[in-house]
């Protein structure tokens, strides 16, 4: 195989998950027949009635890849994802098929952790495909009891950049407003946004850059308000809500301590508290870490809990550095690098948000901790 692509060369892929019935095949269709000027490659990983191409499109069955007259391009996945990927690749480099992207779909109980580590793990994919987002349909209507019986789809919602909740219809709004905390609690770093999928604006589900270390940290403020009334207070962490959605992840030195955000004032909203497996938790401090014990530290935590972590991401403030060091991670791999400069007005801190299973919160933090200088 050749050497890796540039960045900017290599084939952007989107992970579509959700549980059965939750309307990933309706917004695929919508990918595969609607004219949207991109040439998107599908890949589904699908074994069942369910899948498009028996509905969609009339063909023979041991017919692995078929082109449409969009541009798109089907394929089904009956054997390993890599080697479905690697065929891809030839395909294209040889003029065969044109695409610019890949969506794949995952089946619907799947857990999209191993799935994602194919595009870390096995160098012919890392070098030509770059894993651009995860995206979980989530069902408002059966969304709660899904997440009470299975423990996937909570894995699906834990592993998302992006939460698409469909049939918000069906479902009166305080059932909505449950869930959609409950989403949050589970993973606190995923916008969530009510779709209907025929007008989902499909460019927003694209080229969102999730795991690019760069991207920003964004934590719902409900997430802190909820779970830990006192965190917007005076917590030595320095908890403090950073009213910076969407500004690039420059904290702009004012401190919001003290003050609370949109939610604070209800925390009491018919939460009934689900122990969910699957949760998040955040740390935070204004103290910087000395590198070489956090390294130490995450190492030996990657070792313990690595397989019940399943995204984890964080802007870190060390001592002796100038700049912020952004690192994340999937199950047992980390990646760092450094960020931007601290700017002259800004306090330097610590963020990170931790998302698994099971995971001992108070291990982490008191661990955390004594990696402060």
């Not at 041991?62 to 007259?69: A, R, T, Y």
């Not at 000395?290 to 809990?305: K, N, S």
Request: net charge negative; proline share 5%; hydrophobic share 35%.
């Amino acid at each position: 195989m050749n050497a890796a692509l540039s960045l900017d060369k290599m084939v952007p892929v989107t992970v579509l998950t959700g549980f059965l019935g939750a309307g990933k095949t309706t917004l695929l269709k919508r990918i595969l027949t609607e004219y949207h000027g991109q040439r998107i490659a599908v890949i589904e990983n699908e074994f069942g009635p369910e899948s498009i191409d028996t509905e969609l499109l009339v063909q023979d069955s041991d017919e692995q890849i078929v082109e449409l007259s969009n541009g798109c391009v089907c394929c089904t996945v009956r054997g390993d994802l890599q080697q479905a990927l690697n065929d891809l690749r030839a395909k294209r480099e040889s003029g065969a098929i044109k695409f610019e992207r890949i969506v794949l779909e995952t089946t619907g109980m799947a857990n999209p952790g191993p799935v994602c580590q194919t595009f870390f793990m096995d160098d012919d994919v890392a070098q030509y495909y770059r894993l651009d987002s995860v995206i979980t349909v989530v069902d408002a209507k059966h969304g709660m009891e899904t997440l009470d019986n299975q423990e996937e789809a909570q894995k699906q919602v834990g592993f998302a950049d992006r939460i698409l909740v469909s049939k918000k219809d069906l479902v009166n709004e305080a059932d909505y407003a449950a869930l959609r905390s409950r989403l949050v609690h589970i993973n606190p770093r995923a916008p969530i946004t009510p779709v209907h999928f025929g007008e989902t604006e499909l460019k927003s589900l694209l080229d969102i850059s999730g795991f690019n270390l760069n991207t920003i940290l964004d934590i719902d403020p409900e997430f802190l308000a909820d779970e830990h009334p006192d965190a917007a207070h005076n917590h030595d962490h320095g908890h403090k809500h950073d009213h910076d959605h969407d500004h690039g992840h420059e904290h702009h030195g004012h401190d919001h301590e003290g003050e609370c955000g949109p939610s604070c004032g209800h925390q009491d909203h018919h939460h009934a508290h689900h122990n969910d497996e699957i949760g998040a938790f955040v740390f935070r401090s204004n103290k910087p870490f000395d590198p070489e014990r956090l390294e130490d530290f995450l190492g030996g935590i990657l070792q313990v809990y690595g397989p019940d972590l399943l995204r984890y991401k964080g802007i870190l403030y060390l001592k002796g550095a100038n700049r912020r060091m952004l690192f994340q991670g999937v199950h047992m791999m980390m990646g760092a690098e450094p960020g931007k400069p601290w700017l002259a007005s800004e306090k330097p801190n610590t963020k990170m948000v931790f998302i698994g299973r099971k995971l001992p919160e108070d291990i982490f933090t008191s661990g955390l901790e004594q990696c402060l200088a």
